[in-house]
C-alpha cells in the first residue's frame, strides 16, 4: 500500500475485452489530479487545525484487472463511481446477468439516503429475481435495500427468506438483527448481531447497515466499530470514508469528517457527494478558497445541490472571483427560478447576529447583484436590487447593496436613507453608523455626522450603544 502522493490509480473501462483497462499514474501527475483539494487547503490548515499533510490515502500501488465483472463492479461501488455503475449493469442486464441487478441496486442503497432512489433499488432487485430467483447475492440485497428504505417488514421477511436458504447469510442475519432491534427486541436482535459480525467482520453490506441504523438511532460507538471494521476489509472504499465523513458531521467532528471526506476524494476525484460535503465544510468555516475550489469541481460533474450552487457563487465572491461569479449566478437564476426552496443563513456581516429566512432565488438575486457591482456592471446589480426590495423590503444584503451602490453613484441622500433603514434592523451595527457619517460629511451635516461617529466611539469602547441613543429606540 502507499499514499496518494505516490501513486494514483485512475480506472477506465472497457467490456470489449472482458476486463478493466487501468493506468497508473506518476506522482506529479496524481498530485495535479488532486491538486483542487491539497492546494486550496494547506493554506489553511493551520487555521483549521487539520494536519492535511499528514492525512495519508490508502490507494493500490498496483496496476488493477479484474477476471469478472463481479471485482469490477464491486471496486467502481468502493470508489464511489456509482453512475458508472448504473451505466455498466444496465448495458449487463441488458445481455442478461444476475450480478448487474445486484450491483445496480447496491450502489443506489449504499450511496443514497434519498428514498426515491432507495426505492429503486428495491425495484431492480426484485425485477432480477423474477429472472434469477435462485441468486442468494440478489435475495439478500433486496432484504438491505428494503432496510435502506425503512421498509422494516418487508426486510424483515426477506431476510427469513433468505435465512431459510442460506442460514450463515451475514447480510441477511444483519437485516433481521437491526428489525429484531428495531422492534424493541434489543437483547435478542443485538446478539444475532454479534453472530453475524463474528461470521465476517469485515461484511461490507452489514457494516453498511449497522452503520444506517446508528446513525438513525445516534448510537455514535456502534457506528465508528463498524466503520472501522469496513476500513480494515477494504481501506480503498472512499464510500466507507465518505460515509464516515457524513456521521462525524452529524456528530460535531468536523475536523474528523474533513479528512475523511479529503481521503474519498482522493481516492475518487469525482465522488460528487464527498466533494459538496467538503465545500459545505469549507464554507461554514469561512474557508472560501478551499469552498470554491470543491464546488467548482462539484458543479462541472455535474452537481445541482440548491445551497451548493448558491454556496459557490458566495464563495467565488468572497476571493474575488466576481466574472466566474457571475457566471455560476446566472445558473443559479436559472435553476431556482420557479421553486421554493428555503434556507436560514447568517446574513454574514460583521456585528450582525440575526438570522432570517429567504429563499434561494433571493438570495441567488442578491448574490448575483453582488457580482455584477464587483464586475462594474451597475445597471443590472441595481435592476436586481429593485426587484429583491420591491418583495422584501427588510433584506438586508439588498439594502447594504443598495446604499454601496448609492455612494458609487454618488447619491448620499439615498445612501443615508438606506443606512437609516438598515439601522433600525439592527442598531449595534458599527459599520452602519460609519458609513450614515460619512454620508453626512458628503451632504454637509457635519453636526449628525457627529453624532454618528460618537456611537461609533462608544460601540468600540463598550460594545453598547449609548444611553442617548439606546432611550430613543
Given amino acids: ?60 500501488a498496483k496496476t488493477v484487472s479484474y477476471t469478472d465483472e463481479k471485482a469490477r463492479l464491486l471496486d467502481f461501488v468502493h470508489l464511489g463511481r456509482f453512475l ?196 459545505k465544510l469549507y464554507w461554514n468555516r469561512q474557508n472560501w478558497s478551499a469552498a470554491c475550489s470543491a464546488l467548482l469541481r462539484y458543479q462541472k460533474l455535474g452537481g445541482h445541490n440548491a445551497t451548493g450552487i448558491v454556496r459557490l457563487t458566495d464563495s467565488l465572491i468572497r476571493t474575488k472571483q466576481y466574472k466566474e461569479a457571475v457566471r455560476i449566478g446566472l445558473i443559479a437564476i436559472e435553476k431556482f427560478k420557479d421553486k421554493d426552496v428555503r434556507t436560514e443563513e447568517a446574513l454574514g456581516l460583521p456585528g450582525f447576529s440575526v438570522l432570517r429566512e429567504s429563499s434561494l432565488l433571493v438570495e441567488s438575486q442578491v448574490k448575483l447583484a453582488i457580482a455584477y457591482f464587483y464586475t462594474g456592471e451597475i445597471a443590472k446589480a441595481s435592476a436586481l436590487v429593485k426587484t429583491v426590495l420591491s418583495q422584501h423590503p427588510d433584506n438586508v444584503p439588498a439594502l447594504d447593496l443598495s446604499q454601496k451602490m448609492a455612494f458609487k453613484q454618488g447619491n448620499y441622500s439615498h445612501a443615508v436613507a438606506i443606512l437609516s433603514q438598515l439601522i433600525v434592523i439592527d442598531r449595534d451595527v458599527q459599520m452602519w453608523y460609519q458609513w450614515r457619517a460619512e454620508a453626512y460629511k458628503k451632504l454637509g451635516d457635519l453636526g449628525k455626522a457627529q453624532n454618528d461617529l460618537a456611537i461609533v466611539d462608544a460601540l468600540n469602547k463598550t460594545g453598547r450603544l449609548p444611553e442617548t441613543t439606546m432611550s430613543s429606540r
Avoid at 27 to 43: E, P, R, W, Y
Avoid at 213 to 221: D, H, P, V
Avoid at 246 to 267: C, G, I, M, P, T
Wanted: with cysteine; proline share 4%.
Fill in 84 to 279: 458508472d455503475v448504473n451505466k455498466i449493469c444496465q448495458q449487463k442486464i441488458a445481455d442478461g446477468s444476475a450480478k448487474a441487478y445486484h450491483y445496480q441496486a447496491l450502489a443506489l442503497s449504499w450511496l443514497y439516503p434519498n428514498q426515491a432512489l432507495t426505492a429503486k433499488a428495491v425495484r431492480i432487485c426484485r425485477q432480477g429475481l423474477k429472472q434469477y430467483p435462485a441468486d442468494s447475492d440478489l435475495a439478500a440485497t433486496l432484504a438491505v435495500a428494503y432496510l435502506r428504505n425503512q421498509q422494516w417488514q418487508p426486510a424483515l421477511k426477506q431476510s427469513l427468506r433468505v435465512l431459510e436458504a442460506e442460514p450463515r447469510n451475514v447480510p441477511a442475519l444483519a437485516v433481521r438483527a437491526l428489525c429484531m432491534r428495531r422492534a424493541g427486541r434489543e437483547e435478542p436482535g443485538s446478539l444475532l448481531l454479534q453472530r453475524a459480525i463474528a461470521a465476517n467482520p469485515g461484511n461490507e453490506e452489514m457494516n453498511m447497515l449497522i452503520v444506517f441504523f446508528a446513525r438513525k438511532r445516534n448510537l455514535a460507538e456502534e457506528a465508528y466499530a463498524a466503520f472501522d471494521r469496513w476500513n480494515q476489509l477494504n481501506p480503498r472504499s472512499a464510500v466507507s470514508f465518505a460515509m464516515r465523513g457524513e456521521f462525524e458531521y452529524d456528530d460535531s467532528r468536523q475536523d474528523d469528517a474533513l479528512r475523511n471526506f479529503q481521503k474519498a476524494v482522493a481516492l475518487n476525484p469525482e465522488y460528487i457527494t464527498a466533494l459538496y460535503k467538503m465545500g
Fill in 1 to 60: 500500500m502507499c499514499t496518494a502522493g505516490q501513486s494514483l490509480v485512475q480506472l477506465g473501462s472497457s467490456w470489449g475485452n472482458g476486463f478493466l483497462r487501468v493506468r497508473l499514474f506518476s506522482k506529479s501527475i496524481a498530485a495535479a489530479s488532486l491538486g483542487f483539494v491539497v492546494s486550496a487547503s494547506l493554506c489553511d490548515a493551520a487555521k483549521s487545525g487539520v494536519s492535511l499533510e499528514k492525512t495519508e490515502i490508502p490507494v493500490s
